[in-house]
């Protein structure tokens, strides 16, 4: 069967989950039609047209593929030849452990090899229901941002309703506007990332009252009315500072704004009470984001408070921080193990409306969905990936995570998740082994080991699996 003969397959949205889904299949020799809305109609949390736009921050968090989650998921889909981390991999700037990207450069990247790729065809246009029965296979990937109409049309189809919860932009501010007679460059712990030097990130230090002053300011902001989405619960993960600054006096301070791993280059004997750190977010360092600050603060009350800031107090901003509202499905039941909803065989979901949560974690989730989608069009055993493996843990945990029924009342519902180790499943016993010469192996030491045998077990896993789909 030659490439001219196979059916398309329709892809809904060209987030970091469509392209990557986009990019699977045609490079499983399968053509693709990526359907994506942006260029007709707008989002509230994107600003151009681009495929895979980062509208959050710029950060893919740990490359760490030794001993972190996150960095095994990259290693991972870096062996299944994904586009998402080979251009984050081209675009990368420096930000201590973590692979952060020119967010520009990046989406640029995504939207040119896919407009380039023969077997991809990308239709700008608004897909208001589900997909027509003539396209037998389609990968709906609109994530948290789908249109009303296309959630209405899922939720009249599965007889569920769509959960939802907000998310919140930090902001981003130009480089030259920061006082660097109170800031200071470092990454925490001085570590070194990728393509870093251990003086990653500008630190602004603040004193018990100056860190005072700003969370009374925070909980006093005019923040942002909710009575359209009132009820709609925060992911925990990506809560707005002041909904953190709340919650208690000291949690920032032990959140964000944790001071540990960093010594104050212009007075280093006084050990600041809490850091605002900002990172690098395009390749020309020309502009920071505020880490851990989203905020869903009206811009007036923005710039006010966070010019209160050592360091900060002439700040310019590139984009102050904004508000969306994320959805994604309930979906241990409703879909499958290959991603498919159990009511339409053939109509898949991917990326963040499937229930992940992070950028990696979107984008792996359409990486399976693609292979999936390519090998059911290709008359193929759909290869699912071992538990073992990041990608089957994340995997696992969408398909059968946290079903609530009558039977099992007490099992916790299904909430959004980064990969983590304790998606995982556990080792062999025995696997852990106190090495020689040492009395005590317990704690942090067998912890890091645990998770280095982990990491090292999925990576091995998902060569053998990948050499076998």
């Not at 692979?99 to 040119?112: H, K, P, Q, Y």
Request: glycine share 10%; aromatic share 6%; hydrophobic share 40%.
């Amino acid at each position: 069967m030659t490439n001219s003969t196979l059916s398309p397959i329709h892809i809904i949205g060209g987030g970091l989950a469509g392209s990557e889904a986009a990019w699977q299949a045609a490079e499983a020799g399968v053509p693709v039609i990526l359907h994506e809305m942006r260029g007709v109609r707008g989002t509230d949390a994107h600003k151009t047209d681009g495929l895979a736009e980062l509208v959050c921050s710029n950060s893919f968090r740990s490359d760490d593929a030794t001993s972190n989650a996150v960095g095994v998921i990259h290693a991972e889909m870096r062996l299944a030849g994904s586009l998402i981390m080979a251009c984050a991999d081209k675009h990368q700037v420096p930000a201590g452990g973590a692979l952060a990207v020119d967010r520009d450069g990046f989406s640029e990247a995504v939207t040119a090899a896919i407009q380039q790729h023969p077997l991809i065809t990308v239709t700008r246009e608004e897909v208001t229901g589900l997909p027509p029965e003539e396209w037998d296979l389609a990968i709906i990937a609109t994530g948290p941002l789908t249109s009303p109409a296309l959630a209405e049309a899922i939720r009249e189809k599965t007889g569920k309703d769509a959960l939802a919860f907000f998310d919140a932009i930090a902001p981003i501010v130009h480089t030259d506007s920061i006082n660097m007679d109170i800031c200071w460059f470092q990454s925490r712990y001085d570590k070194v990332g990728p393509g870093g030097t251990g003086k990653d990130y500008i630190n602004c230090p603040l004193d018990e009252t100056q860190y005072n002053a700003f969370i009374d300011a925070l909980i006093e902001g005019d923040a942002v009315g909710f009575k359209e989405w009132e009820g709609t619960p925060y992911f925990d993960g990506c809560l707005p500072i002041e909904v953190m600054a709340e919650r208690g006096r000291e949690t920032l301070r032990h959140g964000p704004m944790k001071p540990m791993g960093l010594t104050n280059a212009h007075n280093p004997n006084v050990k600041p009470y809490a850091v605002v750190q900002l990172r690098q977010d395009n390749a020309l360092g020309t502009l920071y984001n505020m880490v851990g600050f989203q905020t869903k603060l009206k811009y007036g009350a923005q710039a006010e408070i966070f010019r209160m800031i050592p360091g900060l107090e002439n700040a310019e901003f590139a984009r102050l921080g904004g508000l969306h509202r994320n959805t994604y499905i309930h979906s241990p039941t409703l879909l499958d193990q290959s991603l498919q909803l159990k009511v339409r065989p053939g109509l898949r979901f991917a990326g963040q409306i499937t229930g992940c949560e992070g950028y990696v974690e979107s984008a792996s989730i359409g990486l399976l969905a693609g292979r999936f989608a390519a090998a059911q069009r290709k008359g193929e055993t759909i290869s699912i990936p071992p538990a073992t493996t990041a990608l089957g843990s994340l995997l696992n945990h969408i398909t059968g995570g946290h079903i609530v029924s009558d039977e099992e009342p007490g099992k916790r519902s299904f909430q959004p998740m980064n990969i983590n180790f304790g998606l995982f499943p556990e080792l062999e016993p025995g696997s852990i082994v106190k090495p020689e010469g040492i009395k005590r192996f317990r704690g942090k030491d067998k912890t890091i080991m645990k998770r280095q045998l982990i990491a090292a077990r999925a990576l091995e896993h998902c060569k053998t699996w990948l050499g076998a789909a």
